[in-house]
């Protein structure tokens, strides 16, 4: 009797550690996929390498990719109608898309979680000819891992973020707050020399 006893545990043993070892499986599993997308999420807007290439349709139903842009130099301005300080940059944007679209520049602004009717009439304000296109699900801008409105990204020919640092220490690839008009203009210009 008594060896009928230990056997019986025995067997119910090796199940349940098959089953704890399982779950902690798992759950060092699913520790390590929050892991990766805690860093992914807090990791800062993208400074270099490739743009990661979007499809923006536009307000006026014009689609871009930036795939098929290869060849031009591309300014992406990520903005709001509730953004105060885009209020700043709009005019400056306009300025540089007006003088010069005709050396092939594109500026295309995301419209970043706002509304159509309140897009529309910001782009209206400020008379922008550029084309402008809402995030749709934000994916755009989770694609260039944005931390705020405005942020302006800066694409070469080749689909690469501009390579750098100016003279004050700041990557020439993105600018994070409104765009100075001066920077603007400079990056413009070496995006076009190149």
Do not use: H
């Not at 009717?117 to 694609?143: C, H």
């Not at 640092?165 to 920077?183: A, M």
Request: charged share 25%.
């Amino acid at each position: 009797m008594t060896e009928t006893v230990l056997q019986t545990p025995q067997k119910k043993r090796t199940p349940t550690l098959i089953i704890f070892g399982i779950i902690a499986l798992l759950i060092i599993g699913l520790l390590a996929v929050l892991a990766i997308a805690v860093r992914t999420r807090g990791a800062p807007p993208l400074a270099s390498g490739s743009a990661p290439d979007f499809s923006l349709t536009t307000f006026d139903g014009q689609t871009y990719k930036l795939a098929e842009l290869r060849g031009k130099p591309v300014v992406v301005n990520f903005w709001a109608s509730w953004c105060i300080p885009c209020r700043d940059e709009a005019p400056a944007l306009q300025r540089a898309w007006e003088k010069y679209r005709e050396r092939g520049l594109i500026v295309l602004g995301v419209d970043y979680v706002d509304t159509e009717m309140d897009a529309k009439k910001f782009i209206a304000e400020f008379q922008q000819t550029y084309p402008n296109g809402p995030d749709l699900g934000t994916r755009i801008s989770q694609a260039f891992r944005i931390s705020g409105v405005p942020e302006t990204y800066f694409i070469d020919r080749d689909g690469k973020l501009l390579q750098g640092i100016d003279q004050n220490g700041r990557v020439k690839g993105n600018w994070i707050g409104p765009v100075p008009e001066q920077v603007l203009i400079a990056r413009i210009e070496e995006l076009l020399k190149q």
